[in-house]
């Protein structure tokens, strides 16, 4: 019953500057990390940005010092602000929670995806 939404995606221009939000919703007990994932057409999803409840982040190296994870544990939602496009940052994003429902159940809940589109 636990719900991944995700907002923001779009088309922009190379430079550009676009912030991703997801929202989780539903009966949750808490929630541990929270991150960004991408797939690209034809490639494998990849990690894009963690950050944990307590505020720890990593990037990957193809995003570090462009993109921005952030989160809002009142409104159990995660963010990514993402500056400096490049069109090799195209992809489907995919928003990802380790959300527990209860004590002692834990499990990892999937956003459906929101287009990113990065023109040259």
């Known amino acids: 019953q636990v719900q991944l939404v995700e907002s923001g995606g779009g088309l922009v221009q190379a430079g550009g500057s676009l912030r991703l939000s997801c929202a989780a919703s539903?009966?949750?007990?808490?929630?541990?990390?929270m991150g960004w994932y991408r797939q690209a057409p034809g490639k494998q999803r990849e990690l894009v940005a963690t950050i944990t409840s307590g505020g720890s982040f990593n990037y990957a190296d193809s995003v570090k010092g462009r993109f921005t994870i952030s989160r809002d544990n009142a409104k159990n939602t995660v963010y990514l602000q993402m500056n400096s496009l490049k069109p090799e940052d195209t992809a489907v994003y995919y928003c990802?929670?380790?959300?527990?429902?209860?004590?002692?159940?834990?499990?990892?809940?999937w956003g459906q995806g929101t287009q990113v589109t990065v023109s040259s």
């Open positions: 539903g009966i949750i007990f808490s929630i541990n990390n």
């Open positions: 990802n929670a380790g959300i527990s429902t209860g004590v002692g159940l834990m499990r990892n809940y």
